[in-house]
C-alpha cells in the first residue's frame, strides 16, 4: 500500500476525471512518468511520450509511418 497525502488524492481524483482514467490509473501513470522523467532528464514531457508511444507501435494520425 502505498499512503499520500489527501491534498495529492484529491489532485488524482479531480485529473482522473478529465483524463478519464481510474484515480489508481492516473497514480501508476504519473509514477511512470515520474520514473521515465528521472531516467531521461534531458527529455521533456512530449518527447518522453512520443518515445513511449513509438515503442508501443502506436500510429497516431498525421505522423509518418517509419
Known amino acids: 500500500m502505498?499512503?499520500?497525502?489527501?491534498?495529492?488524492?484529491?489532485?488524482?481524483?479531480?485529473?482522473?476525471g478529465v483524463m478519464c482514467r481510474s484515480i489508481n490509473a492516473q497514480a501508476?501513470?504519473?509514477?511512470?512518468?515520474?520514473?521515465l522523467a528521472e531516467a531521461?532528464?534531458?527529455l521533456c514531457f512530449t518527447e518522453i511520450m512520443a518515445r513511449q508511444l513509438k515503442e508501443a507501435d502506436v500510429q497516431l494520425p498525421g505522423t509518418n509511418a517509419a
Open 2 to 16: 502505498v499512503k499520500i497525502t489527501d491534498e495529492l488524492h484529491e489532485e488524482l481524483r479531480k485529473s482522473s
Open 28 to 35: 501508476e501513470f504519473w509514477i511512470k512518468v515520474g520514473m
Open 40 to 42: 531521461n532528464p534531458g
